[in-house]
């Protein structure tokens, strides 16, 4: 039989020897941690200043992946296109055309008719609209562009740009001509503005329809992640 005093010395290490038994067992194995699940949207390069409103729209547990295979989204965004030209269509937001200029030029007002001169080369110098003594350097985009197609017949030039030389092949290349150059204007997309350039003074009674509807499309009724990501996006464009 023990003695009193190995018996105490037992109790003693009973527990100890029971927590190194627990310190020898293996951890129990984490729950693997699941990967996005990609969100395959079609918003080709003219949104490229959207992206990251889109990105902030990602339900959890999702991720966007951009594709140019329309047969592979599940949301393709269009610009200027019909609402209801795919089985499923919505309209998101009105988004204009404005005329974009330098931060420094002062200019204060224009109208139609200041704006037709300006890209038909009848303005040669800012003046003649009440700006600066500069050399009036008006962009425009390639023919063939839908976004000149529209400036176009806004205007109802009748030899379309004619006095425009300077081309720029997309709104990138537009807001970067205008972002150097004091002298430059062009018409661009709304959300392509910011601090770099601004839109400039246009009386509000100028007849001018250059809003056009961005529309999101798809080939079933939106459900789950996809109808979460396009009522955020709709609500987003809303408060830009």
């Not at 290490?13 to 395959?40: K, Y």
Request: glycine share 6%.
């Amino acid at each position: 039989m023990l003695s009193a005093k190995n018996k105490r010395l037992v109790w003693v290490l009973l527990p100890l020897i029971a927590l190194w038994l627990l310190g020898c067992q293996p951890l129990p194995a984490s729950a693997p941690v699941p990967s996005p699940q990609p969100l395959l949207i079609q918003a080709g390069a003219i949104f490229e200043p959207l992206y990251p409103l889109m990105a902030s729209c990602s339900p959890p547990g999702t991720m966007l992946v951009y594709t140019d295979q329309a047969s592979q989204a599940a949301v393709r965004l269009r610009w200027g296109g019909q609402i209801g030209a795919e089985p499923f269509s919505f309209l998101l937001s009105e988004q204009a055309l404005v005329l974009a200029v330098h931060p420094q030029n002062p200019i204060q007002a224009l109208t139609v008719e200041h704006v037709r001169a300006l890209l038909s080369g009848d303005m040669q110098n800012w003046k003649q609209a009440g700006g600066p003594d500069l050399a009036v350097r008006a962009w425009s985009y390639p023919p063939g562009d839908p976004a000149r197609a529209w400036i176009d017949e806004a205007l109802e030039l009748t030899q379309p740009a004619a006095g425009t030389s300077n081309i720029a092949p997309g709104p990138a290349q537009m807001r970067e001509a205008i972002a150097r150059d004091p002298a430059s204007a062009g018409f661009l997309p709304a959300w392509w503005l910011d601090g770099t350039l601004k839109a400039a003074p246009v009386a509000a009674d100028m007849p001018l329809q250059l809003s056009r509807p961005l529309t999101a499309e798809t080939m079933s009724q939106p459900q789950g992640v996809v109808k979460t990501w396009l009522l955020c996006l709709q609500e987003g464009l809303k408060a830009r």
